[in-house]
């Protein structure tokens, strides 16, 4: 549970460095770029082994599985993105969210046999009212660009199940090189759309970018060591749900924003879920 709560933490001080950044930077792209980076530099200097490609069994299935996360990284950045002009980001927000919570419970419950209690499957459709009920509101046409958003819902669900997929086939000593091959493919994925964009990288993206990517490759690491302790049904409702909460609180704290009625309901009811998600 401790791994748990400090893989929420970091999540939640991403958010907030992000928010802190909105109308300082001019290139949002090269600043997820050197966010990337920082997280690639992290992870090399906390692997236990000092060789990149180091000789083991594991090391083919951890470098494609890296691969493909880190691939799945991007296009959830890009996919979200277009969503937020398509359908606003209210709309997008709940999909992303959805995506993140149903695909690894799916996976983890269709490939690696764990099956929820049923007061653990309340909580986890509990989680999903509350996601819902916090992000409801907007005035966006829940018709528009369904497409899209699927494809949203599924690339965020995909990349937050890579986790727990390399948790179960993966080689647990490679855990620190998935995070490196993980983040040097989004690296270079968001370095080439940066450059085909022609964003300039400049001292303020630089500064945020490893804000950012201090807490996103701690947020990682400790998602994977929550999953060696915990079920999936567990950490990424969780995960999910604590996150949201975290998050608006330090709108209202930090950036003096003002919850509705209905987003408060929405608050009591995730902590109703997280209690459920623990019986």
């Known amino acids: 549970m401790f791994y748990l709560l400090l893989t929420i933490v970091s999540s939640t001080l991403i958010s907030i460095v992000m928010r802190f950044s909105e109308g300082r930077i001019a290139g949002r792209i090269s600043m997820l770029a050197v966010n990337y980076l920082t997280c690639m530099v992290l992870a090399a200097c906390h692997t236990q082994s000092g060789a990149l490609f180091p000789q083991s069994e594991g090391l083919a299935s951890t470098l494609v599985l890296g691969a493909v996360n880190g691939a799945l990284l991007m296009l959830s950045l890009v996919l979200n993105q277009e969503s937020i002009t398509k359908n606003g980001v209210v709309l997008s927000t709940v999909f992303s969210r959805i995506g993140s919570l149903l695909v690894p419970i799916a996976i983890s419950l269709c490939f690696f046999g764990e099956v929820p209690t049923l007061v653990q499957a309340v909580g986890a459709g509990l989680a999903v009212v509350a996601i819902v009920a916090i992000n409801a509101g907007g005035k966006q046409e829940a018709a528009s660009a369904r497409q899209l958003l699927f494809l949203l819902l599924l690339a965020d669900g995909l990349a937050s199940a890579l986790s727990k997929v390399f948790d179960e ?105 997280v209690a459920l998600l623990n019986l």
């Open 169 to 273: 086939v993966g080689d647990g000593a490679l855990s620190g090189h998935f995070l490196i091959y993980s983040f040097a493919a989004a690296f270079l994925a968001s370095g080439v759309l940066a450059v085909a964009k022609k964003e300039k990288i400049g001292r303020h993206e630089v500064a945020f970018g490893m804000m950012v990517g201090i807490p996103n490759f701690y947020a990682a690491r400790f998602l994977l060591m929550a999953l060696e302790e915990l079920p999936a049904i567990i950490v990424y409702p969780m995960r999910g749900v604590l996150g949201i909460v975290a998050i608006a609180l330090a709108g209202v704290f930090l950036f003096r924003e003002r919850l509705q009625k209905r987003q408060w309901s929405a608050i009591g009811l995730i902590l109703l879920s």
